[in-house]
């Protein structure tokens, strides 16, 4: 639900301002890991969407059901074809033309609506390859729980991490199915349809919903209206085996060094081609590229930000990724 945002008062903005997390800040913010819909790391939309309303108000079930926007509203491309409200609890399961897999970074990010940086509708994000049982995603909140949120809520992103909704519009929320590696049941590289469920915001023990740390989730609560809960807006791929290289390796051995680095990454090859190389940073961003055909190449990286990055390397015969990490 989204309505003309009605400033809180100086004490509470402060409450909330000085309550920092650890994570991630807000869309535009230095080290934020919000991915614009027009990022080229983006390589194709959802295609197909059901969509399972709940209610305006878990607390009054008179209202009905949420209403806005329709299944296909939350297919192709953001903010083309509107958004789909899910209602208290409700879900919308998505599915592609081609399976999502595990590659460098993330690998899809999931759009919402808000009209800020703080007035932020949560869902949690779950991912399945077969269509039928889902796995979620590890989420955390550290949102003050003492006074409920309202339509005046003000979320700093600093304290989200693994929901959707973190960021606002025309920006998604990254995830990595990297987290889910080893789940018995889920095939990581072959991921087929992902469901977003909609965070009941309240934190009345009756309806609250909970992080996987079993924090009760605050996010504006109720809305009781037409568009209330999560507003879906799009879920774009980033990694697919549709667009995937196929990838062959040989007996190459590759040494990187040091890892984790400071300034200067060495590679050293035991067999060598001509190779091209990609730095990554965690949402797929191309950081740095190149090319070198020896079998003993340094890159300088002192330009990158502290953080976790990938190099892809690549010849006539192989494709080889590696995690990188920069102090």
Do not use: C
């Not at 991912?127 to 005046?152: H, P, Y």
């Not at 991921?191 to 079993?214: C, E, M, R, W």
């Amino acid at each position: 639900m989204k309505k003309v945002f009605l400033a809180s008062s100086l004490l509470v903005l402060m409450f909330h301002l000085s309550a920092q997390g650890p994570y991630a800040p807000a869309a535009g913010q230095n080290g934020s890991t919000a991915i614009h819909k027009d990022s080229s790391a983006i390589v194709f939309w959802a295609t197909t969407s059901n969509v399972t309303r709940g209610l305006q108000d878990a607390s009054n079930t008179l209202l009905g059901n949420a209403n806005v926007g329709t299944s296909g509203s939350a297919t192709g491309k953001s903010g083309l074809n509107g958004i789909v409200s899910l209602g208290d609890g409700g879900s919308a399961t998505l599915s592609f033309n081609a399976p999502i897999i595990n590659g460098a970074g993330a690998d899809f990010a999931v759009f919402e609506n808000s009209f800020n940086n703080t007035f932020l509708e949560l869902a949690f994000v779950e991912v399945s390859s077969d269509g039928i049982t889902f796995f979620r995603f590890s989420s955390i909140s550290l949102t003050d729980t003492s006074i409920q949120l309202d339509n005046n809520a003000v979320i700093d992103a600093r304290n989200i991490y693994n929901l959707a909704g973190k960021y606002r519009a025309q920006y998604g929320t990254p995830f990595d199915l990297d987290q889910l590696a080893g789940t018995p049941g889920l095939d990581i590289n072959n991921i087929t349809h992902i469901k977003i469920i909609d965070v009941v915001g309240s934190i009345n023990p009756l309806y609250a919903t909970f992080d996987s740390q079993n924090n009760p989730i605050n996010d504006p609560w109720p809305t009781a209206f037409g568009s209330s809960g999560f507003d879906l807006d799009a879920i774009g791929v980033l990694n697919s085996s549709a667009t995937a290289i196929s990838e062959y390796r040989n007996n190459t051995t590759i040494t990187l060094f040091p890892n984790p680095i400071k300034t200067v990454l060495n590679i050293k090859l035991e067999q060598y081609d001509n190779y091209e190389y990609t730095i990554l940073n965690l949402n797929g961003k191309i950081m740095k590229y190149g090319n070198f055909n020896n079998s003993w190449h340094q890159i300088q990286l002192n330009e990158l930000n502290s953080g976790i990055y990938f190099i892809k390397l690549k010849s006539s015969y192989d494709v080889i990724t590696k995690k990188v990490i920069k102090f």
